[in-house]
C-alpha cells in the first residue's frame, strides 16, 4: 500500500531533451520557483496525523532539520517530534552520521544522542539495514534526508534497505519528500545487476532524476524490494517543486559536498575516486577542482592535506598536485538544462600513462565497476570502448527508465513559463 499526502502538484509526462554528447536526458530549460518550496517536513500536521499515536523510529541526520536558518532558527525534527508529543523510540544513521561529520565509508558505531536520550543506531556500520530485533519496539519508520540524486549516493540505498526491513517486520515507512538537486536530468549508464552493491543497490542510471519519496513509490511499483514485497508506504510531498527548478539544499548533505557547486559537479567527478586523479579530498574546495602529481593536466595547483571528520587520509596526502579549479564550471552547471559529463576520464588516463607509463591509471577495478555500473568505463579508459559508443549504449538505458519512471513522479517535469 502506498499513499501521498496532499501533493500540491499532479504530475506530468514532459519531453527530455537529448545531449548524445554526454549521455543526458534533461529538462528544455531550468527554471524558478515563484515561492520558496516547502519541504515535506514541514508539513507538521501531515506528520503528526501520519503518525498518530504509533512508537516512532527516525532515519535522520544533520539535514533533518525544519528551517535552513536562513530565516528563523533551524529546529530538528527529532526535537520537533519530541515536542508534539510523538513516542520516538530512536533514531537511525545513515553514512556519515547523525550529526553529519564521519567521513566518506566510516565505520559508524551505535551510539546515544546526549540531548534528547534516544538510542542512534547506526545504518553504516555493523548493519546497514535494520534488523527485526532492532524494529520490534515501533510501528512506523520517518526517512527524511537530503539526497542529491546520484545512485552512487548512500541515501538512495539506506532508503530501500529500510523500506525492504519495513516491508519484512509489517512497519509503515513516511518518506518526507525533498527536491533533488538533480532532478532535472538523468544520465549515465544503468547498473548491472552483476555490480549490486552498496554504492548501487538498484538498477538506476547513475543520475535518475527522481526525489526519494518518488523513488520510494518506485520501489514498490516495480516490485524491487525482496520477494517483490511491498512496504506500506506513505509520501507526504514537498509543495512548489517542479523538476526543471534550480533548487540546492542550504545544509551540506555530507562533509566532502559543501557547496551547490560540489553538488552540481559531484556525479561527473566520482569516478574518478578510484584512479590516481585527487578530487580535492582534502582541500577547501572538495570535487569543485581535480589533479594529479605528475601529468600536463593543468595550472591549477593544490595540496591535499588531513582534514578530521571530512577527509583524514586524502589521495596524494601533502603531494602537490597539478590540475583544473572546476568551480566555474560548477556555478555553470547549477543553471544548465544538462550538467554531466565522463567524457574527460579517458583524457585523464592518457595524460598520465604518458607520464607515467609504469603506474596504472585506475587504482581499484572493482570500485570503478561499482560506481559506474559495470566494466565498461574501464574498457574505456584501456581503450578497448571508444566513449562515444559507451554513451550511445546507455542513451537507449536512461530511454527505457523516463518510461518506466512515469507512473511515479509527483512533481511536474518542466515549469511552464507564467
Known amino acids: 500500500m502506498a499513499l501521498v499526502i496532499a501533493c500540491s502538484a499532479s504530475a506530468s509526462r514532459d519531453s527530455l531533451v537529448v545531449d548524445s554528447l554526454n549521455g543526458v536526458l534533461h529538462v528544455a530549460q531550468r527554471t524558478a520557483p515563484p515561492l520558496p518550496v516547502r519541504l515535506g517536513n514541514e508539513n507538521i500536521k501531515a506528520v503528526y496525523e501520519a503518525c498518530s499515536r ?76 535494520p534488523t527485526a530485533e532492532s524494529l520490534d519496539d515501533v510501528r512506523v519508520i520517518i526517512f527524511d534526508i537530503q539526497d542529491v540524486g546520484a545512485r552512487f549516493y548512500t541515501y538512495l540505498s539506506s532508503l530501500f534497505l529500510v523500506m525492504e526491513a519495513a516491508a519484512e517486520n509489517d512497519k509503515v515507512v513516511i518518506v518526507l519528500d525533498r527536491p533533488n538537486p538533480h532532478g532535472h536530468q538523468i544520465a549515465g549508464p544503468v547498473r548491472s ?132 579549479n572546476l568551480h566555474g564550471l560548477g556555478e555553470e552547471w547549477m543553471q544548465s538544462p544538462s550538467g554531466f559529463s565522463w567524457n574527460a576520464l579517458p583524457e585523464y588516463a592518457r595524460m598520465w600513462q604518458n607520464a607515467v607509463s609504469e603506474e596504472p591509471f585506475i587504482t581499484a577495478s572493482s570500485s570503478l565497476a561499482r560506481l559506474s555500473g559495470d566494466e565498461s568505463l574501464e574498457q574505456v579508459i584501456n581503450g578497448e570502448l571508444e566513449m562515444s559508443e559507451f554513451v550511445a549504449g546507455w542513451l537507449e538505458g536512461l530511454r527505457a527508465f523516463d518510461a518506466l519512471r512515469q507512473p511515479y513522479l509527483l512533481y511536474p517535469v518542466q515549469r511552464l513559463a507564467p
Open 54 to 129: 504509533a512508537r516512532v523510529a527516525v532515519v535522520a541526520n544533520q539535514t533533518s532539520v525544519i528551517g535552513d536558518g536562513r530565516k528563523g532558527e533551524s529546529v530538528h525534527l527529532v526535537d520537533t517530534l519530541l515536542a508534539l508529543g510523538i513516542d520516538v523510540r530512536k533514531v537511525f544513521a545513515p553514512e556519515h552520521g547523525f550529526r553529519g561529520d564521519a567521513h566518506n565509508g566510516a565505520n559508524i558505531d551505535d551510539s546515544v544522542d546526549p540531548t534528547t536520550g534516544l538510542p542512534i543506531l547506526s545504518l553504516h556500520g555493523k548493519h546497514r539495514k
Open 193 to 324: 545487476e552483476k555490480w549490486k552493491s552498496f554504492v548501487g543497490q538498484v538498477p538506476v542510471p547513475v543520475l535518475h532524476g527522481m526525489t526519494l519519496g518518488e523513488m520510494a513509490r518506485l520501489f514498490n511499483g516495480e516490485g524491487w524490494l525482496e520477494g517483490g514485497a511491498q512496504c506500506d508506504l506513505i509520501v507526504i510531498p514537498c509543495e512548489g517543486y517542479a523538476h526543471s527548478d534550480a533548487w540546492y539544499p542550504h545544509i551540506a548533505p555530507s562533509p566532502n559536498l559543501p557547496t551547490p557547486e560540489s553538488i552540481a559537479l559531484y556525479p561527473s567527478l566520482c569516478p574518478l575516486e578510484p584512479t590516481v586523479v585527487s578530487v580535492g579530498r582534502g582541500t577547501p574546495t572538495p570535487f569543485e577542482c581535480v589533479g594529479m602529481p605528475q601529468g600536463a593536466l593543468g595550472s591549477f595547483a593544490f595540496t591535499p592535506q588531513p582534514v578530521p571528520g571530512a577527509a583524514p587520509h586524502p589521495k596524494h596526502d601533502g603531494v602537490i598536485c597539478f590540475g583544473q
